[in-house]
């Protein structure tokens, strides 16, 4: 089984060496391949120098995708997903360090080799030393109340995208040409996984996510009081669950038609929404569970969407 780690990389120089340390050094079985596979949105520092050198090392274990501007993280991974051939394919920042089993332990977790299916993982909050960082799990954005519904997909990306792994019937299916308001890689990925197969999740952190200030996406925490005065302001929530709905109606239509009745029903109700009137538009987000995992979050949501 070939086990291929898709590496995005922009300007990590800073943190590059380390985490390629963790993931050559990744366990699995010995008839088992890993390779990382990586592509560089333009950097202009000595992150392609410490990646060639990296490369001179493990030939066997690193490509390198011709050097191009993708113009943004969710681009640059899905032109990696996309020039991918595993089995299994695992999404990796720049920035991050994994615990050698998070490879091995991750494609153990996957059950069905003919639908597509997503596992993930959770993760320890680091500073920019890997230092880890106290905070109450239950707070996270990643946090699920309850079961994760394709309904709660639709609203709210509970997943974070490095610490995702996804076989290939997925990725086959996922990968076209254009993607119509999609948000981020790891969110899309995930409402496919919702709509055609199956999610697992593993209760068990893998990997060390180091929050800094050059993150592209930081990990949350949704009770402090700076993250809910930030979402106090009526045009960004305004054009945040807009946004939402934009990104229903082009997952929709350019998987609609593969969709069974019960998922295609999902997606209606939900890009109906622009149609009703306000009354209409609460009861149905509540009733069909369209909410997010706080609520701050539900009220502002029910509010403005």
Known sequence: MKLQILLATRNGEKFIGTQLD??????????????????????????????REYQSRYPSMIRILPQRRSGSAAAN??????????????????????????????????????????????????DQD????????DRLQTRVRGSLTLE?????????????AVNRPLV??????????????????????????????????????R???????????LGSMSYIF?????????????MLIDQAAGFYGCYGDAMTPAVERVFRDFIDLRKSNK??????????????STLPRVIGQLLYM
């Not at 963790?22 to 699995?28: G, P, T, V, W």
């Not at 996922?174 to 919702?194: K, N, S, T």
């Not at 929050?211 to 925490?221: C, F, K, M, S, T």
């Open 152 to 164: 709660k997909l639709l609203v709210q990306n509970y997943i974070m995208g490095c610490t995702i």
């Open 77 to 126: 991974f899905i032109r990696l997903a996309a020039s991918s051939d595993g089995d299994l394919v695992f999404f990796c920042d720049q920035d991050d360090y994994w615990m050698p089993d998070k490879v091995h332990r991750m494609a153990e977790a996957f059950t069905d080799e003919d639908m597509p299916q997503l596992v993930y993982s959770d993760a320890y909050i680091a």
């Open 172 to 209: 086959n299916g996922v990968c076209r040409d254009e993607y119509p308001g999609m948000q981020m890689h790891d969110w899309w990925l995930a409402i496919y996984a919702a709509s055609f197969g199956s999610i697992r999740h593993l209760p068990i952190k893998l990997m060390k996510y």
């Open 230 to 242: 930030s979402h106090l302001d009526m045009r960004r929530l305004r054009e945040s669950c807009g």
């Open 22 to 51: 963790s993931l050559i050094a990744q366990q699995h079985r010995r008839e088992d391949i890993i390779e990382i596979l990586i592509s560089d949105d333009g950097s202009t520092d000595s992150t392609m120098e410490r990646i």
């Open 211 to 221: 929050q800094h200030g050059d993150n592209a996406v930081g990990a949350r925490d």
């Open 279 to 292: 009354l209409r538009r609460i009861c149905t987000q509540i009733r069909g569970g369209y909410l997010k």
């Open 130 to 137: 890997l230092k880890i960082i106290p905070c109450r799990d």
